[in-house]
C-alpha cells in the first residue's frame, strides 16, 4: 500500500502541483497562484541518469511539470497550440501499434532497447506522443538531448523562413568549405555562450566524438610540449605508421569509476558506468580513480563525505605519478560535473578546484565533459561555473541539449597543422542555427534562473517524500533540476518506471538503482 501511494505521488500528485512551478508571467511570480495550464515549466533535457537515475529523472519531472502550455514570447507571434494540459491514455505501453514496429526492426537489427514508437508530428513541449495515440509527460527527453520541448513555434518558424532553406538541404565539409555565414552563426550560437578561458571552438556531431577529438588534441598538446620548437622527426613519421613509438607516444588520459564520456575506442576507455558498454571490447591501460561517494544529507555527513574527497584526490595523484613510473604518462584528466549515467553521482565544488590543481601541478591537461550537464539544467548554462575556477579548464566538450557537438579549448591547446583535427562534416551549419535560437529562448524567458528556482522546489518535493517513504526513496541529491534520488533494489526502480509510464509520465532508466528526472528547456526552463 505504501508503495502504491508512493508511486501515485510521484506519477500524479506532482502532475497537479502549481507551487513547484515557475510561473509563466510576472504576476505569479509576483506571488499569484494561476490555473494549472497558465504555469509553464523549464526542462532541459539533461540528464541520462543510471537506471534509476533515470526514474528519478522520470519522476523528478512530474514533480514540477504539472500540464502545461507554454507560448514563448517568440513563439507567440506564431499561431501554433504548443503544449498539452496533461498527459492522455489510451493503450498500456508499449501499445500495440508500438510492439509491431518493435517486431518488425527486430528483423532487421537487435531493437530490443526500444521503449516504444513515437509519433513526432503530435508530439509538442513537454509532451511525447507514441504511435497508439498515448500522450505522455516525457521525462526522459531523448536521452537528455531535447533543449526547449517538442515542434517548439520558435524552431518551426526558423525552419519556415525561405533563407534558412539552403543550411538544411546542402550539408557541408565544413574544414574545407564552409558556408560564408558559418563565422556569424557559431558568434551567435555557440560562441555566445563560450566558457570562461576558452576562445577555439571546433564542432562535431555528438558527444562521443568531441570527447574523442579533445582527447586526440590533448595528446597532440602535450606531445608538443615534450617536444619543443622542433618539427616531426623522421622515426616519429615512419613509427607513427605501424602504431609504435616515439610517433605514437603511450599517453594516456585520467578517468573516475562510474564515469560515462562515450562508445568510441577512447572514450570507452574512460567509461566505467555499466559492463555492457565494454564487455568484448579491446581497451587502453589508462588509469581510473574512484569518485566519490558522498552520504547524504550532506550537512549530517560533512566530515565524513570531506575524508572521502580527500580519498579519492589522493588517489588521482597516487595514479598520475603510479602511470608515469610506467611509462604511460597522463595527459589529461577528464570529468564529469555531476556523474550522469554513471548514478547521478555529485561531489563538492572544492573537491573540483582541488582537482584542477592536481592536473596543474602535474602538467597535466584538465578536460571538463559537459555533454550531459550543459545547457542550463543546473541553473547555470555550464555545471562547471558552479566551481568558481581561478583557473579555467583547458577544454570542454558539449553535445545533446546543444543540438550539435564539439568542444571549446584554450589557445596553447590549437592543434599546429591542418588535418589533424579533422572529419567529412565537422558538425552541421543548420544545428548552429537551431542552436542560436534555442540560446535566443533561453535568454530570453530566463530560463536559467527559472532551473534554479525550479529545481529548489523539486529538490524539496523529493526530500518530502523521503522523508514520508523511507523504504523506497533515499539519497535525495540534487543541483537545479538535475535531481535525483536511490531506490532499494532493481524491482522497486522498475516498478515505479512502469506504473509512472502508464500513468502517462514516460521514465527511462539508465543503471543500479538510481532514478533522475530529464527535462527539455523548452517547456520553458531548465531542467
Same mark, same amino acid.
Given at each position: 500500500?505504501?508503495?502504491?501511494?508512493?508511486?501515485?505521488?510521484?506519477?500524479?500528485?506532482?502532475?497537479?502541483?502549481?507551487?513547484?512551478?515557475?510561473?509563466?508571467?510576472?504576476?505569479?511570480?509576483?506571488?499569484?497562484?494561476?490555473?494549472?495550464?497558465?504555469?509553464?515549466?523549464?526542462?532541459?533535457?539533461?540528464?541520462?541518469?543510471?537506471?534509476?537515475?533515470?526514474?528519478?529523472?522520470?519522476?523528478?519531472?512530474?514533480?514540477?511539470?504539472?500540464?502545461?502550455? *507554454?507560448?514563448?514570447?517568440?513563439?507567440?507571434?506564431?499561431?501554433?497550440?504548443?503544449? $498539452?494540459?496533461?498527459?492522455?491514455?489510451?493503450?498500456?505501453?508499449?501499445?500495440?501499434?508500438?510492439?509491431?514496429?518493435?517486431?518488425?526492426?527486430?528483423?532487421?537489427?537487435?531493437?530490443?532497447?526500444?521503449?516504444?514508437?513515437?509519433?513526432?508530428?503530435?508530439?509538442?513541449?513537454?509532451?511525447?506522443?507514441?504511435?497508439?495515440?498515448?500522450?505522455?509527460?516525457?521525462? $526522459?527527453?531523448?536521452?537528455?538531448?531535447?533543449?526547449?520541448?517538442?515542434?517548439?513555434?520558435?524552431?518551426?518558424?526558423?525552419?519556415?523562413?525561405?533563407?534558412?532553406?539552403?543550411?538544411?538541404?546542402?550539408?557541408?565539409?565544413?574544414?574545407?568549405?564552409?558556408?560564408?555565414?558559418?563565422?556569424?552563426?557559431?558568434?551567435?550560437?555557440?560562441?555566445?555562450?563560450?566558457?570562461?578561458?576558452?576562445?577555439?571552438?571546433?564542432?562535431?556531431?555528438?558527444?562521443?566524438?568531441?570527447?574523442?577529438?579533445?582527447?586526440?588534441?590533448?595528446?597532440?598538446?602535450?606531445?608538443?610540449?615534450?617536444?619543443?620548437?622542433?618539427?616531426?622527426?623522421?622515426?616519429?613519421?615512419?613509427?607513427?605508421?605501424?602504431?609504435?613509438?616515439?610517433?605514437?607516444?603511450?599517453?594516456?588520459?585520467?578517468?573516475?569509476?562510474?564515469?560515462? /564520456?562515450?562508445?568510441?575506442?577512447?572514450?570507452?576507455?574512460?567509461?566505467?558506468?555499466?559492463?555492457? /558498454?565494454?564487455?568484448?571490447?579491446?581497451?587502453?591501460?589508462?588509469?581510473?580513480?574512484?569518485?566519490?561517494?558522498?552520504? $547524504?544529507?550532506?550537512?549530517?555527513?560533512?566530515?565524513?563525505?570531506?575524508?572521502?574527497?580527500?580519498?579519492?584526490?589522493?588517489?588521482?595523484?597516487?595514479?598520475?605519478?603510479? $602511470?608515469?613510473?610506467?611509462?604511460?604518462?597522463?595527459?589529461?584528466?577528464?570529468?564529469?560535473?555531476?556523474?550522469?549515467?554513471?548514478?547521478?553521482?555529485?561531489?563538492?565544488?572544492?573537491?573540483?578546484?582541488?582537482?584542477?590543481?592536481?592536473?596543474?601541478?602535474?602538467?597535466?591537461?584538465?578536460?571538463?565533459?559537459?555533454?550531459?550537464?550543459?545547457?542550463?539544467?543546473?541553473?547555470?548554462?555550464?555545471?562547471?561555473?558552479?566551481?568558481?575556477?581561478?583557473?579555467?579548464?583547458?577544454?570542454?566538450?558539449?553535445?545533446?541539449?546543444?543540438?550539435?557537438?564539439?568542444?571549446?579549448?584554450?589557445?596553447?591547446?590549437?592543434?599546429?597543422?591542418?588535418?589533424?583535427?579533422?572529419?567529412?562534416?565537422?558538425?552541421?551549419?543548420?544545428?548552429?542555427?537551431?542552436?542560436?535560437?534555442?540560446?535566443?529562448?533561453?535568454?530570453?524567458?530566463?530560463?536559467?534562473?527559472?532551473?534554479?528556482?525550479?529545481?529548489?522546489?523539486?529538490?524539496?518535493?523529493?526530500?518530502?517524500?523521503?522523508?514520508?517513504?523511507?523504504?523506497?526513496?533515499?539519497?535525495?541529491?540534487?543541483?537545479?533540476?538535475?535531481?535525483?534520488?536511490?531506490?532499494?533494489?532493481?524491482?522497486?526502480?522498475?516498478?515505479?518506471?512502469?506504473?509512472?509510464?502508464?500513468?502517462?509520465?514516460?521514465?527511462?532508466?539508465?543503471?543500479?538503482? /538510481?532514478? *533522475?528526472?530529464?527535462?527539455?528547456?523548452?517547456?520553458?526552463?531548465?531542467?
Amino acid at each position: 500500500m505504501a508503495f502504491m501511494l508512493l508511486a501515485r505521488r510521484l506519477a500524479c500528485s506532482f502532475q497537479h502541483s502549481n507551487r513547484l512551478l515557475v510561473p509563466a508571467t510576472r504576476e505569479a511570480e509576483a506571488g499569484e497562484l494561476l490555473e494549472p495550464r497558465r504555469w509553464r515549466l523549464l526542462t532541459s533535457g539533461i540528464c541520462q541518469g543510471r537506471i534509476l537515475m533515470i526514474s528519478a529523472v522520470t519522476f523528478s519531472l512530474s514533480l514540477f511539470t504539472a500540464g502545461s502550455r *507554454h507560448i514563448s514570447q517568440a513563439a507567440a507571434k506564431v499561431d501554433v497550440e504548443f503544449d $498539452y494540459d496533461g498527459p492522455l491514455m489510451k493503450t498500456e505501453v508499449p501499445g500495440p501499434r508500438s510492439r509491431e514496429l518493435m517486431k518488425q526492426l527486430n528483423i532487421i537489427q537487435n531493437a530490443e532497447a526500444v521503449h516504444f514508437f513515437c509519433n513526432y508530428e503530435e508530439s509538442r513541449g513537454n509532451y511525447l506522443v507514441d504511435v497508439d495515440g498515448n500522450r505522455m509527460l516525457d521525462l $526522459y527527453s531523448q536521452i537528455s538531448s531535447v533543449p526547449i520541448g517538442y515542434s517548439h513555434p520558435a524552431l518551426l518558424k526558423l525552419i519556415q523562413q525561405p533563407q534558412n532553406a539552403s543550411t538544411f538541404v546542402n550539408r557541408p565539409a565544413l574544414g574545407i568549405l564552409p558556408p560564408e555565414n558559418f563565422v556569424d552563426k557559431l558568434r551567435e550560437s555557440l560562441l555566445s555562450v563560450a566558457p570562461k578561458g576558452m576562445s577555439q571552438l571546433i564542432t562535431m556531431a555528438c558527444g562521443s566524438c568531441s570527447n574523442e577529438n579533445a582527447f586526440k588534441t590533448i595528446f597532440m598538446w602535450y606531445r608538443s610540449k615534450e617536444r619543443g620548437q622542433t618539427g616531426f622527426s623522421q622515426e616519429e613519421l615512419e613509427t607513427c605508421m605501424i602504431n609504435q613509438a616515439p610517433g605514437c607516444p603511450d599517453y594516456s588520459i585520467l578517468s573516475f569509476m562510474g564515469a560515462f /564520456h562515450g562508445r568510441t575506442m577512447g572514450c570507452l576507455a574512460t567509461t566505467h558506468s555499466k559492463a555492457i /558498454h565494454k564487455i568484448d571490447i579491446p581497451s587502453f591501460d589508462w588509469p581510473i580513480a574512484p569518485f566519490p561517494r558522498l552520504k $547524504y544529507p550532506l550537512e549530517e555527513f560533512e566530515k565524513e563525505n570531506q575524508q572521502e574527497e580527500a580519498r579519492c584526490l589522493e588517489e588521482v595523484e597516487d595514479l598520475i605519478v603510479k $602511470y608515469r613510473k610506467k611509462k604511460k604518462t597522463v595527459a589529461g584528466i577528464i570529468v564529469e560535473p555531476i556523474q550522469s549515467e554513471g548514478g547521478d553521482n555529485h561531489a563538492s565544488d572544492d573537491f573540483f578546484r582541488k582537482l584542477r590543481d592536481i592536473a596543474r601541478k602535474h602538467g597535466c591537461a584538465f578536460l571538463v565533459d559537459e555533454v550531459q550537464t550543459g545547457g542550463g539544467c543546473t541553473g547555470k548554462f555550464w555545471a562547471h561555473e558552479h566551481w568558481g575556477l581561478d583557473d579555467p579548464a583547458d577544454a570542454m566538450t558539449f553535445s545533446k541539449k546543444m543540438m550539435t557537438g564539439g568542444f571549446f579549448h584554450k589557445e596553447e591547446l590549437r592543434p599546429n597543422a591542418p588535418y589533424r583535427i579533422f572529419n567529412t562534416w565537422l558538425g552541421d551549419p543548420s544545428k548552429n542555427l537551431l542552436l542560436a535560437e534555442v540560446i535566443n529562448v533561453i535568454k530570453r524567458e530566463d530560463l536559467l534562473n527559472n532551473a534554479a528556482h525550479a529545481g529548489k522546489a523539486l529538490l524539496t518535493g523529493l526530500l518530502d517524500l523521503q522523508a514520508r517513504y523511507p523504504q523506497f526513496i533515499s539519497r535525495v541529491r540534487g543541483r537545479g533540476t538535475f535531481c535525483s534520488f536511490d531506490t532499494p533494489d532493481e524491482s522497486v526502480r522498475n516498478k515505479l518506471i512502469l506504473i509512472a509510464r502508464n500513468k502517462g509520465k514516460g521514465p527511462g532508466a539508465n543503471a543500479e538503482f /538510481h532514478v *533522475h528526472p530529464v527535462f527539455p528547456a523548452v517547456a520553458t526552463k531548465c531542467c
